[in-house]
Antibody, heavy 118, light 110 residues
Framework: QVQLVQSGAEVKKPGSSVKVSCKAS????????LTWVRQAPGQGLEWVGG????????NYAQKFQGRVTITADDSSTTAYMELNNLRSEDTAMYYC???????????WGQGTLVTVSS | QSALTQPASVSGSLGQSITISCTGT?????????VSWYQQHPGKAPKLMIY???YRPSGVSDRFSGSKSGNTASLTISGLQAEDEADYYC??????????FGGGTKLTVL
């Protein structure tokens, strides 16, 4: 069973960028996709976007278009989510999970807390 | 405002059954069988409980079941146990927004 391990917590200033990583324990991503979901404190889940490493293709929620970039490096089985021009409303736990737009997401990474504060 | 509508809270006694609804539209739940359900305990990552409306991943108890009628999907938990107390989220593929989540339902086991 593949496991997803994410990078550690980040504290960022408004206007800056953050790049969160998600490493799969398996030797390769294979044909599966990875999805990023965020959860603001005390709030529900929100889809950010996803990537299919085999094809190098990504898609994003309209809300984040132009501010987010999701990539994957099959050689290191690591996916990345970079969010630019951070604002306080971006303070949230960011999760990666295996699965495409159509699939159930399983498993999930442990989450990375991103705090945006001046 | 979430794209899928769930009740904010439900409760049930030990051993009883409860059902959590998830109402969408013909652009998501109504037109696609790509509904999934997640369980989240405080401070933990979500866990997949149901996918494709009604299928359980390996290792998930058969006390959890899913169904769909029209634009509404449902998660039923039978034989409630204390460890079922958690937040539950539904999710669906959407032809408009790709993937949408419900606002979440807090389950309290009495």
């Amino acid at each position: 069973q593949v496991q997803l391990v994410q990078s550690g917590a980040e504290v960022k200033k408004p206007g800056s960028s953050v790049k969160v990583s998600c490493k799969a324990s398996a030797g390769t991503f294979g044909s599966y996709a990875l999805t990023w979901v965020r959860q603001a404190p005390g709030q529900g889940l929100e889809w950010v976007g996803g990537v299919i490493p085999m094809f190098g293709s990504s898609n994003y929620a309209q809300k984040f278009q132009g501010r987010v970039t999701i990539t994957a490096d099959d050689s290191s089985t690591t996916a990345y989510m970079e969010l630019n021009n951070l604002r306080s409303e971006d303070t949230a736990m960011y999760y990666c999970a295996r699965g495409s737009d159509l699939e159930g997401l399983d498993p999930w990474g442990q989450g990375t807390l991103v705090t945006v504060s001046s | 405002q979430s794209a899928l509508t769930q009740p904010a809270s439900v409760s049930g006694s030990l051993g009883q059954s409860i059902t959590i609804s998830c109402t969408g539209t013909s652009s998501d739940v109504g037109d696609y069988n790509y509904v999934s359900w997640y369980q989240q305990h405080p401070g933990k990552a979500p866990k997949l409980m149901i996918y494709d409306v009604r299928y359980r991943p390996s290792g998930v108890s058969d006390r959890f079941s899913g169904s769909k009628s029209g634009n509404t999907a449902s998660l039923t938990i039978s034989g409630l146990q204390a460890e079922d107390e958690a937040d539950y989220y539904c999710s669906s593929y959407s032809s408009v927004t790709t993937r949408v989540f419900g606002g979440g339902t807090k389950l309290t086991v009495l």
